[in-house]
């Protein structure tokens, strides 16, 4: 695929214009800048400037608010009901966590829910916001409806994903972020580009028939909760997206399961709400509220050298840490750059010439 | 196979009086043998009564003690470390969980890690205590090492399951509780019982090679993730198993991964332990930390209903809502009596006649 590098530098700059310019004050630009470029960094390139434009649309839609006020309608000494006044979730998410930070400051730990938000980009930036505090960070969000429930033909659940971030000692820490369906929707983006089939076990077709087309989405398919199928435990994927979907979602007075106002501008959001946008719930648990936090830190050490160091089937390296080749992305892109693909670079160049402003690709790291 | 239906009042008085004989507190007794019999009640055979003979040997080898000193030795407003001093789970969890529902009424949420304790019967019984505080209600444990995580030969994980139960208002609760395995290993032992083979995707060998073999774990072989290979998401059942045993036993100061004391007797604990016992990690929120209950359950209604009236494939008659099937056993079998297969009524009369004990199976409900 034809790719090239652009550094980090270059596209936070650019992306944090396009944010100026439709309207975000300086710090919400930062904001929305650092946890959309996470993606890029991570390796997670579905998520990242790949969306600049959805979000640019979504505020031309006037279905984001560039100019939000962010505020708790309820709350309680551990616990906040955020209402996101429409604004980016990547501008939306990170203010949450950081009042369920300050509250488990105070009693130990701090839990957030979100209404009236937007997609948030990766839950693992927002989770990992509590690393420094000597937290454990959770993250999750519900998302446009293409999932259907194990037996079921509609798409009721998002994809909704869960971060969960440890803090280790010596160790890098524990980053677990994955969505609760078996596959992801960016890897269904990446088989079209490539024109390759899927996997049984990926993606159902609209009568609920197995299918290996990336592209039955399209056509009224659905993705498939964790498990594939009843046998193996699509239940469970099923019982963990639902989970997702009623703590971001039901506890914040958001959207929820078919509700959910999809991603993309050109489908209207459902004409019947039950709720705000869409929801997040986030979660702030201070180690030394149940232990000292070395003692912590230096057990989750050998946990993690234990499993890293597991013996393998034949072939494989090791155990793969949860955050592992995620940081390795992080710190080999933020050196080299990010590859963009041709159709990422002009789908940003458009987005440009709307603002008449400059994506200068001559700078590419590496032509 | 060869079944009799005996009474839940006949089952309870039983099993009450082997917990007295083996010193536990009239209070004790009456907690663990709620907690036990609420799996046959739930139609979770292989953690009930079934089990009872393990409990027993587990005391005898001096790995149970009868008479815990169960008391909280960290705590900040909203959550507590317990030291469960080596009593039954089924003891220790129930109080563990008290106070993890009394931390909630008094800052809003309440989440209690344990350490030193042993099996705690199903997870969904402990995330139950919950409901009727209209709180929302989480329990999760490690377990007997006998799972690998992806692309390990090593059994690292247990199936480190995961209950969250969640108020309704005219709908019954939402009840999860599921291992993070594609199979959980009742479910092998169903097979074994029958004589016949796993699906493909529930274990592996010893080396890692898929099998079909449900008695595989007694050669070394182990279980496997929810979403049985890489492919389909393995790394993300392991995710989870992960979560649950850094929750129940790095933030406790339990045993951790491989060094998880074996549930069998017969197995002695690793001789190099990293913490006391076994962990468990308890949580409750109060739904009006974060809006009006009445509006809340309103709202649980609506997704309730709506999912358990999806248009399903051909051939299915609806969305499994997640504790539907496990409360129509607890109705149904209440009324009708438990079902006990030979083997499990054999080993049950070993147990009384080593106490002395009645075990009058003429009392059976139905013969």
């Known amino acids: 695929m034809d790719e090239h590098l652009y550094p980090y530098s270059h596209l936070s700059r650019f992306a944090k214009e396009i944010f100026l310019k439709i309207g975000c004050p300086e710090e919400h630009a930062t904001t ?25 649309r979504l505020w031309e839609a006037k279905r984001v608010n560039s100019q939000p006020n962010i505020r708790i309608v309820h709350e309680s000494p551990s616990t906040a ?12 998410a990170p203010q949450a966590m950081e009042i369920a930070i300050n509250k488990a ?26 690393l420094p505090h000597d937290m454990i960070g959770m993250a999750m969000t519900n998302a446009s409806p293409l999932v259907a429930p194990t037996f079921s033909v509609e798409r009721l659940l998002g994809t909704n994903p869960i971060a969960v971030a440890i803090p280790a000692g ?23 580009r490539k ?11 609209k009568n609920g028939a197995a299918s290996t087309n990336p592209n039955e989405l399209k056509e009224g398919g659905a993705l498939i909760p964790l498990g594939s199928d009843r046998e193996h435990g699509s239940h469970k994927g099923f019982c963990l997206g639902a989970w997702v979907d009623i703590f971001s979602a039901v506890l914040s007075g958001a959207n929820y399961g078919p509700w959910v106002p999809p991603f993309v501008s050109f489908l209207a959001p459902p004409a019947d709400p039950v709720g705000e946008g869409i929801g997040h719930f986030f979660g702030a648990m201070r180690v030394d509220a149940f232990r000292p936090a070395d003692e912590f830190k ?50 940003l160049r458009e987005v440009a010439a709307k603002f008449q402003v400059q994506f200068d690709s001559s700078i590419s790291a590496h032509p």
Chains 1, 2 share one sequence.
């Open 170 to 192: 010596s160790q890098p820490p524990f980053v677990a972020d994955f969505a609760t369906t078996t596959a992801a929707n960016g890897k269904l983006e990446i088989l079209q």
């Open 195 to 205: 024109e390759r089939e899927a996997p049984l076990g990926w993606i159902q077709k």
């Open 105 to 130: 400051k105070q009693v130990g730990t701090g839990w957030v829910a979100v209404k009236n938000s937007n997609h948030f980009g990766i839950a693992g930036h927002h989770a990992m916001m509590a």
């Open 298 to 347: 230096k057990h989750m050490d050998n946990w993690i050298e234990r499993f890293r160091s597991a013996k393998t089937v034949d072939g494989e390296t090791g155990v793969i840490i949860p955050g592992d080749p995620e940081r390795e992305f992080e710190t080999e892109r933020m050196k080299n750059g990010i590859p963009l693909n041709a159709k990422v670079v002009a789908d």
């Open 32 to 56: 929305a800048v650092n946890s959309l470029l996470r993606a890029d960094l991570r390796g997670i390139d579905s998520h990242g400037v790949a969306r600049l434009s959805g979000y640019v």
């Open 81 to 92: 009901v955020v209402d996101g006044d429409s604004g980016l979730g990547l501008v939306v």
